[in-house]
């Protein structure tokens, strides 16, 4: 997929937000995948001006979160790296236990993701040990939010004003021939995805691709992520896999206390 799409529409910057959170928007950018980056890159993904992610960034390099290779381009820095090692191995014991007993329950492959700006960022994936088949989703990847399941799970419990400033930012990028591109259509799923208590995205982020979604509540009732099934159309029905909501939504409630 197009990581840089999801991070934002290239060009558009902002003013919005403090100096701590424009910092951690160049920081998420820089270590997206298929860094380093370029100057511009990093700018258009974090949505910040360019005169503000050039401070940002020196900053950043001079106390060793962010590395300046010798063409200019942006790469993660040792610090960055050191700390990303202890939040790996922080890691509550139980996620890796709730997700592996949700693959087991469905047969089907398992991914959660965490809510990061406009996007999700999956943080685990567990293959199905039945199925030939593989998902291009990986681990760090970056995803949109309105053609996901886990995203759509995500939205629903966001305030409306919250929804409507994130299309406005980023409007609604088609992916595939199924993606919602308006901003009615979106609506009117969030409405049935808060009713039934998970989100489908079919095929709607990738040939050939079912999923159901589950959002994960923080300590405030804000969604910080979400869980979900994946499987493939020619398998498995819309029917078949709704039938794993009960055993998501399980999960979802298991996972909440953890992140």
Known sequence: MDEAAAGGRAGRASAAGSASEKSLRVLEAVAAPGGPHRLADVTAAAAVPKSSAFRILASLVDQGFVRQEADSRYGVGPRLRGLSALVGAA????????????????????????????????????????????????????????TTAIGKSILALLPAEEVRELIDATGLPRRTPQTLTTARALHAQLAAVRAQGFALDDEENEPTIRCIGAAIPGPAGRPVGGVSVTTVTFLVSREEIQAYAPALRAAAEALAPLL
Do not use: N, W, Y
Not at 104 to 120: D, F, K, P, W, Y
Not at 124 to 140: H, M, N, V, W
């Open 91 to 146: 890691e509550p014991a139980g996620i890796g236990r709730i997700l592996g007993e949700l693959r087991r329950a469905t047969g089907q492959t398992v991914h959660l993701a965490l809510h990061s700006g406009r996007t999700i960022t999956c943080i685990r994936k567990l293959e199905s040990e039945d199925q030939p088949f593989r998902t291009a989703s990986r681990i760090g990847m970056r995803m949109p939010l309105h």
